[in-house]
């Protein structure tokens, strides 16, 4: 696509509930990134992949937290027992590999009620 | 993940005048310092990007000035206008390895009219 599209673009959910959160690359990119952004706050890294390689989770804050990519483009960020201090909005970023820009979605707001 | 501190949190300029945003990094690995705008509702977008071993990069009305001994480097928006009006993020990267953007805190800058 023209550029990274991230779904849904809100989403409202449950204490307690799982969600998934969607994120379309650009096609070709084989770099892809989560970042999460508070309110007010800068963007905090979660997870990378790059190609075929392992991903690197240092980011992830809990185990509540989880994330894969299906055929190297299409990534989802899987939020077990969403709790309160999950409320942010999640971004996704996608390059072609090292060394290049990172292009960024729109990103999903989440909301824990 | 070492930390980027990026002030002030919040910036008013009066259209014309000159924006000033600052960022000190800490680990002497960065090798690429870029800054990204967001508008709300939206993903950040990448502005403008310095290397280490240049101490200025210009493009139209920003510039970085960038201070490698102190570890410091700084956008400035000259003649800024109410179209500047964004939150800046300053970053920085250390390319050729696993990427992780290492973001600031990020400047809410309003131009007023």
């Known amino acids: 696509g023209a550029g990274v599209s991230q779904s849904p673009s809100n989403k409202v959910t449950e204490k307690g509930k799982d969600v998934e959160l969607r994120c379309d690359p650009i096609?070709?990119?084989?770099?892809l990134y989560w970042y999460r952004q508070s309110l007010g706050q800068g963007l905090e890294f979660l997870i990378y992949?790059?190609?075929?390689?392992?991903?690197?989770k240092s980011g992830l804050p809990s185990d509540r937290f989880s994330a894969e990519r299906t055929g190297g483009s299409v990534s989802t960020l899987t939020i077990q027992r969403t709790q309160q201090e999950d409320s942010a909005v999640y971004l996704c970023?996608?390059?072609?590999?090292?060394?290049?820009?990172?292009?960024f979605g729109q990103g999903t707001r989440l909301t824990v009620v | 993940q070492q930390q980027v501190k990026q002030s002030p949190q919040s910036l008013i300029v009066q259209k014309g005048g000159i924006s000033i945003i600052n960022c000190a990094y800490e680990?002497?690995?960065?090798?690429?310092f870029p800054w990204y705008q967001q508008f709300p509702g939206k993903g950040p977008a990448l502005l403008i990007a310095?290397?280490?071993?240049?101490s200025e990069k210009k493009e139209g009305r920003f510039t970085i000035s960038f201070n490698k001994s102190a570890k410091q480097f700084s956008l400035h928006i000259m003649d800024s206008q109410p179209g500047d009006s964004a939150t800046y993020f300053c970053a920085g990267d250390q390319r050729g390895s696993a990427r992780q953007l290492t973001f600031g805190s990020g400047t809410q800058l309003t131009v007023l009219p």
């Open positions: 680990n002497t690995a960065f090798d690429y």
């Open positions: 096609s070709g990119h084989t770099a």
């Open positions: 992949f790059q190609g075929n390689s392992a991903p690197d």
């Open positions: 970023a996608s390059s072609l590999g090292l060394n290049t820009e990172a292009f």
């Open positions: 310095i290397r280490p071993d240049v």
